[in-house]
Nanobody, 126 residues
Framework: VQLQASGGGLVQPGGSLRLSCAAS????????MGWLRQAPGKEREFVAA????????YYADSVKGRFTTSRDNARNAIYLQMNSLKPEDSAVYYC????????????????????WGQGTLVTVSS
């Protein structure tokens, strides 16, 4: 599966962005999907994830209540709506894949993911 994230950019603190991730391949519906991010000098960290079915989601504490992830299996796409952005949200954001037989499983660690695509840069600054 190939992944391509888009929608990043420069936004002021308190602003919003919506990231999209397009996935190729017929196995999209067989995978839980997640968002990871990596800031300069830091390790890649988990941000949010959605199960194969789309009904189950999980968020890192740092983004809970501000970010929302969803998926559209018909379009082979996932989304990350980011509101109330903070400077510490600045990073390269990646969408990632975790194949699973469990339609409700939501992977919560970067090590759970086996594939990720090119990221998109989000910069939150005034």
């Amino acid at each position: 599966v190939q992944l391509q994230a888009s929608g990043g950019g420069l936004v002021q603190p308190g602003g919003s962005l919506r990231l999209s991730c397009a996935a190729s391949g017929r196995t999209f519906s067989s995978a839980a999907m997640g968002w990871l991010r990596q800031a300069p000098g830091k390790e890649r960290e988990f941000v949010a994830a959605v199960s194969r079915s789309g009904f189950n989601t999980y968020y890192a504490d740092s983004v809970k209540g501000r970010f929302t992830t969803s998926r559209d299996n018909a379009r082979n796409a996932i989304y990350l709506q980011m509101n109330s952005l903070k400077p510490e949200d600045s990073a390269v954001y990646y969408c990632a894949v975790c194949f699973s037989n469990n339609v409700a499983y939501v992977p919560r660690s970067p090590v759970d993911y086996t594939h990720w695509g090119q990221g998109t840069l989000v910069t939150v600054s005034s």
